[in-house]
């Protein structure tokens, strides 16, 4: 596929000077999608330019361009490089410009993404834009403040569904030859990475409310699982709130949500066509509230890109934060306010801060407002800093200036700015105006700064018991060394019988390095003192050495699950900083977790449990897991038949099974022998358990070949490449490497075969590998687009290799010359090496 076209900031603005664009016409001819790998595309594109007889150039990444015309005139094409845009000369006041191209379809998820069904064989296509990918489908000014508006036109085999962002105007078929033509209603304006074209024998149901044409699609194969109540119900509460709060109403006349296969992200928020991850958010198999949980995080968050992103867009990708931390806090707060997930605050503190903070502790660390030089550099940025830790201080932002004039504020911003595009300063100022509080130096304090504090209390205890003092330390990264107002509240627990109850709870203001606290001096130190009680910064936390001997024996005796879910984001970040052995942390998961009853802590808090193998002496390795093991299998057993505990806690006791009485007890699960009454062994269950026995050598490769053959749809063969890079051979290893890094391999063979390379207990079949894949690096980098090439860079570093040799390899290639995004995946890589290696090593001292 050819490379597309890497816009710098200053091409952009130069360009965003010269020209103002009035509308695109899109003709796309996917008819020859089984005669081969391409596909017809003409577009024509009406604008202005500001100075006539000047030049510019129009992005279009296509196989070739068959003719192109200015104005009438034919323009030269004989110098076309789909890196470069192609160049267009002697620009009138008002122009036309025609191109006429070949595009090809792609694998790789980006661009016009094509599938075919192993079901049925047919044939499914989806478009994904961002950042910069419309150019792979239709030549346009590939930048998000040149809007337009966009009329798609569709030629397609006559029994295909086509959507786009608007409704079908017409659509004509022509019977002799099998083709229908679609024409889409003329949109509003909007960017070019947020036009849409979804197109195949896609299965849809539609529901109307409140005015808007609600539709949602899939593959024909999967229309059994599409559950048309449970997403509609949480797109009704969303459009609902969103509605009375936002103040400017959803201007499209339908919202079309489409669950897309072999897809790269959670979803894309293009106008009016949403598409989301089959394979993550349409469940074929039994899910926990947590999945469901998540869905509509999902729905709720790409909803709130209409406003954030699609009504009002950012000028440029330096401002990419305005879109996603602004949808990341508005889906939670929609999901709190407007659906039953009423905990998700506490799902967003386990599952998605958590991201933040780890983010912020890379060396790759970066502002949330942070300068994107290029389309390229930004890639990188759609992390837990951009996403998540932007959350959080818009949370925090609420709290400071209270949530009516915060949404007033955003009323404002989304009148005076709609349909058009706008800076952080913009909406700074309209949160100003209705606060009436200065907001500058908050917005540079929290903004344009990195890294991420730790608040560790200091306390002095008299004979009595009593507090001599307690005083909230604030440390700060060398590197990042801002020291921030934090207003936290302090929780004082005592353990009354089986219940930690909540003696105080007193707020203050924590700034510079130490802040005293004379409101406790005196009083009866608790069982646990718990700072940021409630979660009202962004900040890491630590707990005192009574506290964290209480929070290990008794975590789930705390009423709040938000207390509970700060306990273990507390300790998760000790095991990962070497202040908590690996012992300890599973020790607290075999105690206080097995009696959670959170589903969304639990599910997050036994992945963390189960990485924490990884910071755990490797002699006392095979005992923890076995300690896990039983705990888990304990709390399956104990849970009610056909809960989410239940299971949840089957899946974790599957994991961590290594004995042999445990994988013939899973394995005879198979076959339906000794199945836990209520458990469903259903699809995504069975491929979990077979990947287990795979890796451990109780069956062998074949056995994933008649799971597959019971199982052979997508999803199915999305899983078994998966269970075919764990089997423990040096030929599989091989196999499996091979995938990796084949540039032609399909995106969702690539990713699977990358999830299952390197489990833990494998580092001496992965070792051959670690030269290999820094040699990849570049080289990938060059040949996969780029957000293909930054999920190697981190999916497939051999993180099972936890050692100095290893760390000497990556510090190597590391001082070596190259540009920095290339070396991103590696640093991140290499820094998590480095924590695991500390962990161990205080793990074998404790």
Avoid at 183 to 202: E, H, N, W
Avoid at 373 to 382: C, H, L, M, R, S
Avoid at 427 to 451: Q, Y
Avoid at 457 to 464: F, I, K, L, M
Wanted: proline residues 5%; charged residues 25%; glycine residues 6%.
């Amino acid at each position: 596929m050819p490379s597309t076209h890497i816009l710098t900031r200053d091409e952009a603005e130069r360009r965003a000077e010269l020209l103002t664009v009035d509308s695109y016409t899109v003709e796309l001819d996917l008819t020859g999608h089984e005669r081969g790998d391409t596909f017809g595309s003409r577009t024509a594109v009406v604008f202005a330019c500001a100075e006539p007889g000047a030049e510019t150039f129009i992005e279009i990444a296509a196989e070739r361009i068959e003719d192109a015309f200015l104005n009438g005139e034919p323009v030269d094409i004989s110098a076309y490089d789909p890196k470069a845009g192609l160049r267009i000369t002697g620009l009138a006041a008002q122009n036309e410009l025609i191109v006429n191209a070949v595009c090809a379809y792609s694998t790789d998820g980006q661009g016009l993404h094509r599938m075919v069904d192993p079901v049925d064989k047919e044939t499914y296509l989806y478009s994904q834009f961002e950042v910069a990918d419309a150019q792979r489908v239709y030549a346009c000014f590939d930048q998000p403040d040149l809007k337009a508006s966009f009329t798609f036109q569709v030629r397609t085999p006559q029994h295909w569904k086509v959507i786009s962002n608007m409704p079908a105007e017409t659509e004509t078929v022509v019977e002799a030859i099998q083709t229908k033509v679609t024409l889409f209603q003329t949109s509003v304006r909007m960017s070019p990475y947020i036009t849409a074209i979804c197109a195949g024998p896609y299965f849809g149901v539609h529901e109307v409310h409140d005015g808007i044409d609600m539709g949602l699609y899939c593959r024909q194969s999967m229309k059994d699982y599409l559950d048309p109540e449970g997403v509609f119900e949480v797109t009704r509460q969303g459009f609902d709130h969103f509605h009375e709060h936002f103040g400017v109403r959803y201007p499209l006349p339908k919202y079309d949500q489409v669950f897309a296969p072999e897809y790269n992200f959670g979803a894309m928020e293009n106008f009016g066509c949403i598409t989301i991850a089959e394979a993550s958010f349409l469940f074929r198999s039994q899910v926990t509230d947590f999945e469901l949980e998540q869905r509509a995080n999902v729905i709720l968050h790409e909803m709130a890109h209409m406003w954030f992103g699609d009504l009002v867009t950012m000028r440029w990708w330096d401002d990419l934060w305005l879109n996603e931390s602004f949808a990341e806090w508005a889906s939670h707060w929609a999901n709190v306010e407007a659906t039953r997930f009423a905990g998700a605050w506490t799902t967003f503190l386990s599952a998605r801060k958590n991201w933040g903070y780890g983010a912020d502790q890379q060396p790759t660390t970066h502002p949330v407002y942070t300068a994107a030089g290029d389309t390229e550099e930004i890639q990188a940025n759609f992390d837990g800093i951009t996403y998540s830790k932007g959350a959080s201080i818009l949370k925090q932002l609420v709290a400071y200036v209270g949530i009516e004039p915060f949404l007033a504020g955003l009323r404002a911003y989304f009148s005076k700015h709609q349909f058009g595009n706008a800076v952080f300063q913009d909406l700074l100022g309209e949160l100003e105006t209705a606060s009436g509080k200065p907001l500058k130096d908050f917005a540079d304090t929290w903004l344009r700064t990195a890294g991420v504090s730790t608040l560790r209390p200091e306390v002095g205890v008299d004979a009595d018991g009593n507090y001599t003092s307690v005083t909230v330390l604030q440390e700060v990264p060398a590197q990042h060394p801002t020291h921030r107002t934090h207003r936290i509240a302090i929780g004082l627990y005592d353990l009354e019988g089986d219940v930690l109850v909540r003696r105080d709870r007193i707020e203050v203001d924590v700034t510079g390095a130490a802040t005293p606290v004379p409101e406790l001096a005196g009083v009866k130190q608790p069982d646990l003192l718990l700072l940021n009680d409630d979660d009202l910064t962004y900040a890491k936390l630590r707990l005192d050495e009574r506290s964290l001997a209480t929070a290990v024996a008794h975590t789930s005796a705390l009423p709040d699950s938000l207390a509970r879910a700060l306990i273990w984001a507390a300790a998760w970040d000790m095991l990962r900083d070497a202040e908590l052995p690996a012992s300890q942390f599973i020790a607290l998961g075999t105690t206080s977790l097995t009696a959670e009853d959170d589903i969304n802590i639990v599910t997050v808090a036994q992945r963390q449990v189960a990485g924490a193998l990884a910071y755990a002496d490797p002699a006392k390795r095979a005992e923890l897991r076995e300690q896990w093991a039983q705990a888990a299998k304990t709390a399956m057993d104990a849970a009610a038949p056909g809960s989410d505990p239940q299971r949840s806690w089957a899946k974790a006791y599957a994991s961590a099974s290594r004995s042999e009485a445990d994988l013939a007890r899973i394995a005879g699960w198979l076959e339906g022998a000794d199945v836990p009454e209520g458990l469903a062994v259903d699809a995504d269950l069975r491929w979990s358990l077979l990947t287990v026995l795979v890796a451990t050598g109780k069956v062998g490769e074949d056995a994933i070949d008649l799971e597959l053959d019971r199982d052979s749809t997508a999803d199915g063969k999305r899983l078994s490449f998966i269970a075919r890079a764990v089997v423990p051979t040096a030929e599989a290893k091989q196999r499996t490497w091979e995938r990796i890094v084949d540039p032609s391999s399909e995106n969702y063979v690539r990713r699977s075969s990358m999830l299952g390379f390197a489990p833990l207990d494998q580092a001496e079949l992965v070792r051959p590998y670690l030269r290999p894949y820094l040699d990849a690096v570049p080289e990938l980098w060059e040949k996969l687009g780029a957000q293909q090439a930054v999920e190697y860079s981190k999916y497939a570093f051999p993180s099972s290799l936890i050692d100095e040799e290893t760390l000497a390899v990556l510090d190597a290639w590391l001082a070596e010359d190259r540009p920095a995004p290339v070396k991103r995946g590696v640093a991140e890589g290499r820094a998590d090496t480095a924590r695991a290696l500390k962990g161990q090593e205080l793990d074998a001292r404790s």
